[in-house]
């Protein structure tokens, strides 16, 4: 059983950042991307940022620029930095992991709320 544990999201102002973190505890993974998701109200799910295992990185145009996508494998970690934050990047920030090889799988965080809003 793989468990995604999500932190740091919250309420900050216009302009202001946050760093989320999510670490994935349970099994043991050979092979595997993580990512960053966000939904708002009345949207759809959709992919803020990704990393590969070798470190490749991708980034939604609307994110491109402020927010960064980081991982520690040695710790199962993944980070995204969020600066210079808008009121439309409110949403509820979900943690992913895809895992192929070992323990193959999609495996979600329970999310994580972020307001941005004077």
């Known amino acids: 059983q793989v468990q995604l544990v999500e932190s740091g999201g919250g309420l900050v102002q216009p302009g202001g950042s946050l760093r989320l973190s999510c670490a994935a505890s349970g099994k043991i993974f050979t092979s595997y991307t993580r990512g960053w998701y966000r939904q708002a109200p009345g949207k759809q799910r959709e992919l803020v940022a990704g990393?590969?295992?070798?470190?490749?990185?991708n980034h939604a145009d609307s994110v491109k620029g402020r927010f960064t996508i980081s991982r520690d494998n040695a710790k199962y970690t993944v980070y995204l930095q969020m600066n210079d934050l808008r009121p439309e990047d409110t949403a509820v920030y979900y943690c992913?992991?895809?895992?192929?090889?070992?323990?193959?799988?999609?495996?979600w965080g329970q999310g994580t709320q972020v307001t941005v809003s004077s």
């Open positions: 992913n992991l895809k895992a192929w090889m070992v323990n193959s799988g999609d495996y």
């Open positions: 990393i590969s295992s070798t470190g490749y990185t």
